[in-house]
């Protein structure tokens, strides 16, 4: 009888990880769907993903840890080069403050765009453009992720 209990008392735990797991990667399957779909607005001047090439905006390939203002062979604003000489690295923390009004973390950016409202939309736009590397290729694990890394 003892080992039954003990055997039932392993189970549910196991139950418990297992539902704890599922829910973390249905939360993030949730916020890269959403983030797909807010891409949706920068897509007007940005690409993202295999062969991803300047557009109006930079190629947002491997964006994170890059420094602001240095995709290769793009034409920036003078705002964003002092930007990123002055120390700016795309991070979690930057990218957040930088989409939910652009025009006030970069003065005289030439993003014309006026920022996202909601923050989870930022989160999940951030979750989105995370999963694509140096290739635009998806991460095999995009939640192994070390912010400045
Ligand atoms: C109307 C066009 C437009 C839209 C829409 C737009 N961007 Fe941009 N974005 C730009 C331009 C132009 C730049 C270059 C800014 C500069 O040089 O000052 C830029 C720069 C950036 C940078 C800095 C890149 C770097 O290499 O330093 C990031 C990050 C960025 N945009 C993210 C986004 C995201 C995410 C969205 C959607 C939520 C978005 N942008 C929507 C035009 C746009």
Redesign the pocket.
């Known amino acids: 009888m003892k080992s039954g209990k003990i055997y039932s008392a392993t189970l549910a735990a196991l139950a418990f990880l297992f539902a704890a797991h599922a829910a973390q990667s249905q939360d993030l399957a949730q916020d890269l769907a959403l983030g797909e779909k ?2 949706k ?6 690409a993202v993903g295999e062969g991803a090439k300047n ?6 390939n491997d ?1 994170f840890g ?6 290769e062979g ?8 002092a ?2 000489e002055a120390g ?1 690295i ?1 991070t979690d923390a930057s ?1 957040t403050e ?2 939910k009004k ?1 025009k006030a973390f ?1 003065p ?6 006026s ?2 409202k909601k923050d989870e ?2 989160a999940a ?2 979750a989105y ?1 995370k999963t694509f590397d140096t290739d635009g290729m998806p991460e095999e694990d995009a939640s192994s992720y070390q912010p400045g890394s």
């Open positions: 807010v891409y607005k920068c897509k007007a001047c940005h557009k109006i905006g930079p190629q947002q964006l890059r420094v602001a203002g240095t995709a793009y034409k920036y604003s003078k705002a964003m080069i930007a990123g700016l795309w990218l930088y989409l652009p970069v005289k950016t030439k993003m014309s765009f920022g996202l939309q930022i736009v951030i453009l």
